[in-house]
């Protein structure tokens, strides 16, 4: 039996020493130290709230890191990754090989997703899902007798993780500047990004495009001038998460089907962060009717209780992998591919989502959280624009005093005290430049977001002064 953690642990924490520990030995991500001067020593986690060292408590405002769909503390999982750890801890999953979990959670994602994809190749996190996404695209047309078919178009605003080759396709300078030079062929084109236009320098305005601009035209074009038979994919998330919470227009992704069709370029979607109801739906690019070749996927596949990830690929990519000769198999690999308590804690995890109903809860209450933020902050002056769908929103902020790129730039260090001011509320949220973003844990009640929209609202008018 898994045993029930001690009531209160932050008494049991002796954090002066962990806080040592911690900054003479560890380095976090996107780490400086300025940055980390007093971190939150989070201790345990119940519901849509953690809890730190002091015993305070927040709300989960961005589910960890987009990822804790089912909320903290479910003692299931655990009991469910304390059983197979008991019968089998680990086996490699590599050729010859099977375990029950991997194979089991495999039928079970082929059954929740687009019905054009039949198999699964495991990962561990969602940059290694998209590595797997580029090499199995390449490795399609080399079977293909293409071998020049080799990039991959993304767009500006993208995140898709930051090993080499995903920074690559990652469409956000801050991660590129002190990793350069990138993978080569990798491409960045427009991202359909309504509320501002971008600049031939990369810079920012204000925009003035009409509603219905093409954005996919724009990338269409990228791709055309880059010369469609050198081109492997076309690579995006649905909905840009890390980027700023970016929606598409309605006509944006069937018209990115129909492009990767008309130049022969495989579509793959990257639902790290909209995959498994983030967005009202089990997969986001269901809100659109459109099917990709390949879909990377991580994060909400175990709301988080253990490292999975993976992609899901077509019949068509499965026939030519299970049809290449010998001398040209798929030698792409990990050691925990399938890794057998990660894909069981998956499998409780999607089963929970299903029995709970969280993929429509996630739709409902979203529809109205997102109604909450838009009533309630859009007025304010320096609310430029509330973007969400399902639980994801966006707040981007501005100085509607500034003009050009300033009218987003000034907000970047308004937007740090808003976020630090809803922290010492109780209310952790995540900054990305100047735009607030939010993904509360798909179990959140219409209270809790109710109070979350309320922090926000009071930092943002007591901030905004002066
Ligand atoms: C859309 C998307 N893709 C990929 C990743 C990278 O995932 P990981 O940090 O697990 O490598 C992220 C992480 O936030 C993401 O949001």
Redesign the pocket.
């Known amino acids: 039996m898994v045993q029930a953690p001690p009531p209160t642990p932050h008494e049991l924490v002796d954090v002066d020493q962990v806080l040592r520990a911690d900054r003479e030995h560890l380095i976090h991500p996107l780490y400086h130290p300025s940055d980390h001067a007093k971190p939150l020593v989070i201790v345990r986690g119940e519901g849509a709230e953690i809890i730190d060292s002091a015993g305070k408590r927040y709300f989960d405002g961005l589910s960890g ?2 990822n804790v769909h089912i909320g903290h503390g479910r003692a299931e999982l655990a009991q469910v990754a304390a059983d197979q750890m008991g019968t089998l801890a680990f086996n490699n999953n590599y050729v010859g090989f099977a375990n029950v979990p991997s194979a089991r959670l495999a039928e079970k994602l082929i059954e929740l997703a687009y019905p054009n994809l039949n198999a699964v190749y495991f990962t561990t ?4 899902s ?1 590595e797997s996404a580029f090499k199995t695209a390449r490795f399609f047309w080399k079977l293909d007798g293409k071998p020049e078919k080799v990039k991959i178009i993304s767009r500006r605003w993208g ?3 930051v090993t080499m080759a ?1 920074a690559s396709a990652t469409g956000l300078p801050a991660y590129h500047r002190m990793f350069a030079p990138l993978v080569p062929n990798f491409i960045q084109a427009a991202a359909p990004y309504r509320f501002r236009c971008e600049l031939e320098d990369g810079g920012v305005r204000p925009c003035r495009l009409p509603d219905g601009h093409d954005y996919a035209a724009e990338l269409e074009q990228t791709l055309i001038n880059e010369g469609p038979e050198t081109v492997a994919a076309i690579l995006g ?1 649905p909905v840009q ?2 980027g700023g919470v970016i929606v598409p227009p309605d006509d944006y992704w069937p018209k990115l089907r129909e492009i990767a069709n008309r130049h022969n370029v495989l579509l793959i979607a ?1 639902e ?2 909209t995959g498994f109801g983030r967005t009202g739906k089990w997969f986001a690019l269901d809100h659109w009717n459109v099917q990709p070749d390949i879909m ?1 996927f ?1 994060k909400g596949v175990t709301s988080a209780y253990l490292p999975l ?1 993976g992609i899901m690929i077509s019949h068509q990519i499965q026939n030519a992998i299970n049809e290449a000769p010998l001398d040209l198999k798929f030698t792409h690999a990990a050691t925990y591919s399938g890794h057998p308590v990660c894909c069981a804690v998956g499998l409780a995890n999607v089963e929970i989502i299903e029995r709970e109903g969280l993929v429509e809860r996630a739709a409902s209450v979203g529809a109205r959280f997102l109604s909450m933020l838009k009533t309630q902050l859009e007025p304010l002056p320096t609310v430029g624009q509330v973007r969400g769908i399902g639980m994801m929103a966006g707040v981007e902020m501005v100085d509607p005093n500034a003009t050009g790129s300033a009218y987003y730039d000034n907000a970047v260090a308004l937007v740090g005290r808003v976020v630090a001011r809803c922290v010492a509320n109780g209310q952790l949220l995540r900054r990305l430049n100047n735009t607030i973003c939010m993904a509360p844990p798909l179990i959140s009640t219409e209270e809790q977001l109710q109070r979350l929209v309320d922090v926000l609202g009071e930092a943002i008018r007591a901030e905004s002064q002066g």
């Open positions: 890191l987009w996190a969602g940059a290694e998209n995140y898709h993780g995903a998330e998460g890390a990257d790290v962060i990377s991580a990830g």
